[in-house]
């Protein structure tokens, strides 16, 4: 958990060398996009990985309250956490063994997640869908301390029902 958080921090982080331009992004849920809670629905993401880049892992997030900020806190944001995956590409990552499915499913955040949590009543939420991704450069002069991390966001809207 302290790595994700940490990965969430770092995608905030100003940086002094801007990311390799590639076609990387998130290709869907559309931007705009209208899910419904409990159903499924489309997901690509285009990695960073090209000649040159190395693509490693990335992760991929429902926030359903922007984050607040930097520094520690109580509560650094809301949402859900989908999942890790990886796309192959060579010779940074050859065989993941983690790749994407094709879709994923919305959750029901009106269900309690378990324990002490407990839903939330709200209907309709304007939600940010975010992939962030590990990745490298075979560019000597602007090498990093481990891995570069990107950021990658559309807007979709959370129903609870149609």
Do not use: H
Not at 34 to 45: C, D, N, Q, R
């Amino acid at each position: 958990m302290f790595v994700l958080i940490l990965y969430l921090l770092l995608a905030f982080a100003q940086v002094s060398c801007p990311a390799p331009l590639t076609n990387a992004g998130i290709v869907s849920p559309a931007d705009g996009g209208v899910i419904i809670a409990g159903s499924t629905f489309p997901f690509e993401y285009r990695t960073r990985a090209d000649y040159g880049v190395s693509s490693y892992n990335y992760t991929a997030w429902l926030f359903t309250t922007r984050p607040e900020s930097l520094t520690p806190s109580d509560l650094f944001a809301t949402g859900y956490f989908f999942g890790r995956f990886s796309q192959p590409n060579y010779p940074g990552n050859p065989y993941p063994k983690n790749q994407p499915p094709p879709t994923l499913t919305m959750p029901d955040f009106s269900e309690s997640p378990g324990g002490f949590g407990s839903g939330s009543p709200n209907t309709t939420l304007d939600c940010s869908f975010v992939v962030l991704e590990e990745y490298g450069t075979g560019i000597l002069s602007k090498a990093t301390a481990g891995s570069r991390i990107s950021w990658a966001e559309t807007r979709i809207v959370y129903k609870k029902t149609n």
